[in-house]
Nanobody
Framework: VQLVESGGGLVQPGGSLRLSCVAS????????MSWYRQAPGKERELVAH????????NYADSVKGRFTISRDNAKNTVYLQMNSLKPEDTAVYYC??????WGQGTQVTVSS
C-alpha cells in the first residue's frame, strides 16, 4: 500500500488549495479514504472521509462548508479542496486508509 500526497503550500488567509492523494497497491475503489491533519503541538485529527464510491462524505465541524473531499476511482486519487482557509488550518495533512496506512503528509501553511 502506498499513499502519496501533494498540493500543500503557503497560502494567505481566505485562499484555496487542493490536495491530492494518489493510492497504489490495493483496490482503491473498495475502501473508504480519509484526510487527517496534525498541527504543531496538537493531536492528529480527522478532517474528512469519503465512502468507497464517493456517495457519502463526512467532515469535522471545523471545516464544514469550507472543505470538500472527493475521489476519482479511475485515477486512484482522493482530493481535498480547501477554500476560505484560516491560519488555524495550518497543519500537515495526511491521507489515510484503514487499518493503519498513512501517506507521508503535505504541509499546509495559512499565513499573511
Amino acid at each position: 500500500v502506498q499513499l502519496v500526497e501533494s498540493g500543500g503550500g503557503l497560502v494567505q488567509p481566505g485562499g484555496s488549495l487542493r490536495l491530492s492523494c494518489v493510492a497504489s497497491g490495493f483496490p482503491f475503489s473498495a475502501y473508504v479514504m480519509s484526510w487527517y491533519r496534525q498541527a504543531p503541538g496538537k493531536e492528529r485529527e480527522l478532517v474528512a472521509h469519503i465512502s468507497s464510491i464517493g456517495v457519502t462524505t463526512n467532515y469535522a465541524d471545523s471545516v464544514k462548508g469550507r472543505f470538500t473531499i472527493s475521489r476519482d476511482n479511475a485515477k486512484n486519487t482522493v482530493y481535498l479542496q480547501m477554500n476560505s482557509l484560516k491560519p488555524e488550518d495550518t497543519a500537515v495533512y495526511y491521507c489515510f486508509r484503514r487499518v493503519n496506512y498513512w501517506g507521508q503528509g503535505t504541509q499546509v501553511t495559512v499565513s499573511s
